[in-house]
Every structure is written in C-alpha cells, then in structure tokens.
C-alpha cells in the first residue's frame, strides 16, 4: 500500500519580530545619517574658522592680470616700472550710471595720481595726474593748456562715496566738466561739495597695460 507523502510543516515568523527587524534598520540608517551630518558640520566648522595663510602676491600662482573693475583700497598696482599702492577710492554715480577714481601716489609729498574705471559700453579706463599748477575753470568750450586745445565732452552733477584715504567726505557731490584734444589727450575738472575746482589731465589707457595685485 503506497503511503500518501507528507508535506512540510511550514512555520509562519511571528509578525512582531519582523516590525522589530524594521525597526531595527531604521534605527541604525538614522544613527548613521545623524553621525555623518555632525562629522560634515564639524569639518566644515573647522575650515571656516581656519584663518586664510597669508600669500604672496608676486608669486607665480598668483592672477595678476586683475580685474580693473574690482579695484580698492590696498591693492597694489603696476605699472612698469612704477609701483603705487591705492590709497583712497571714490564710487562715483550719476542716473543709475556708476563709475570709479582709485588715488594713489608714489609718497605723501608726490604728485597725487588717480585711475578712473568706468563700463562704456566696454570698461574704459584713465589715469589721470593732479594739475595743482593750473587755476582755470571750465567756463570755455575749448581750454588750450600747454598749446594742446581741449574741446569740451560732457558735464555734469553726481554723488560719490568716499573709501580709504581721499580728503573727502564720506559721502556727497561732484560736480564735473571733462574735455578732451584732437589726439586723445584728457583734461578734467571736478568740484566736491561746492568747493573750488580741481584740475587734472590725463589719458586713456587698455586694461593690459598695467598690474593689478590684490590687497588682500
């Protein structure tokens, strides 16, 4: 007589031990996440607290070629030869029209030099030198100063902001007349806070043809 077959006793997992099992991973993936998100924020605490080392900025991984139009207080330009740091800064802003004169000059005693940056629609910079010698106003459409003629561009009213060293104040006005020759040549007069006019002459000058080292 052929006996019938007997099939396997299946046992069933009891369900709380499964939700103890999923618990269980849930657990340990959460501690994990939480480990590693504290060890991230550690670290990056760390860095930002770390202070920058300090660089040398003649060294050879260094930019300097330098944004004109990022210039400021403490930069160190070239030029050639020549060496100037920038003393004072003026943000100049006229109708939503903004454009920047950096001062400096080889020492306290030298003749005060500035660089004017301003996007027209390119970036257009000047350097321009302070005529202390010359006590005219721009009452005349042409001005002839040492025999070049000067022909007059544009004037008028802005507010500027004052950084560093300038001999201004912190904030106010200028007023301004800019001529310029046949052959490029520059003059310019400005008057800060309704004082006496400033004269200084100046040329054009491309974007490569100086160094800029930043300050910091």
Do not use: C
């Amino acid at each position: 007589m052929t006996r019938p077959a007997i099939e396997p006793k299946q046992t069933a997992v009891p369900s709380e031990l499964l939700i103890a099992v999923l618990v269980f991973i849930i657990v340990a993936l959460v501690t994990v996440l939480v480990i590693r998100s504290r060890a991230n924020k550690a670290r990056h605490d760390a860095e930002a607290k770390e202070p920058a080392a300090p660089r040398d900025p003649f060294a050879a991984d260094q930019n300097t070629g330098g944004d004109p139009e990022t210039i400021k207080v403490g930069d160190l330009l070239e030029f050639g030869n020549e060496k100037f740091f920038v003393r004072g800064t003026l943000r100049i802003s006229e109708g939503g029209y903004e454009w920047a004169e950096h001062f400096f000059q080889a020492d306290a005693s030298a003749t005060r030099m500035w660089l004017s940056v301003e996007r027209d629609p390119d970036v257009q910079i000047a350097r321009w030198r302070d005529r202390p010698d010359l006590d005219i106003e721009p009452k005349a459409r042409t001005i002839t100063i040492d025999g070049t003629d000067y022909d007059l561009v544009e004037h008028g009213t802005a507010s500027y902001r004052s950084e560093g060293t300038t001999g201004l104040n912190e904030k106010g006005g200028v007023d301004y007349v800019d001529y310029e020759s046949g052959d490029g040549r520059l003059l310019a007069f400005e008057r800060f806070d309704h004082g006496r006019w400033e004269v200084s002459t100046g040329e054009t000058i491309p974007a490569g043809s100086f160094t800029i080292y930043s300050g910091s």
